[in-house]
């Protein structure tokens, strides 16, 4: 089966955190999101899943050179970065659509779908 990564993208201009959201409407998320994931586990399809600090929290580390550079913050400037993810597995990427569609109703933002890249053939 092919893995795939569904991406919580989330606007740069703010940095949700979940201290910031009303909490009635917090414990609604992890309600929905937690039946999600048991759907995923029931079903075989859960690989594993996060959620993510926001940017201002990463370091970027270039060891590219003769030594490290780290530097704080993310790597780029972007309209949106990345808040979460689930990877899962799917026969394919409608089934793999279909469980996206789920998650972005449970988390009430909308959810990029890639599937991962597969290693070269032996």
């Given at each position: 089966m092919t893995?795939?990564?569904?991406?919580?993208?989330?606007d740069s201009a703010e940095e949700p955190t979940m201290e910031s959201m009303d909490p009635a409407e917090l414990q609604q998320v992890i309600a929905a999101v937690g039946a999600f994931n048991t759907a995923l586990q029931e079903a075989g399809a859960f690989v594993s899943a996060g959620g993510l600090q926001p940017?201002?929290?990463a370091t970027t580390v270039d060891y590219t050179g003769d030594s490290p550079v780290l530097t704080p913050g993310p790597f780029v400037e972007a309209e949106e970065y990345l808040g979460g993810f689930w990877i899962i597995e799917a026969e394919n990427d409608d089934v793999a659509i279909e469980w996206t569609k789920q998650a972005s109703r449970a988390l009430r933002s909308k959810i990029e779908v890639r599937a991962l890249q597969e290693g070269p053939a032996a």
């Open positions: 893995k795939y990564f569904l991406s919580l993208p989330h940017p201002s929290n």
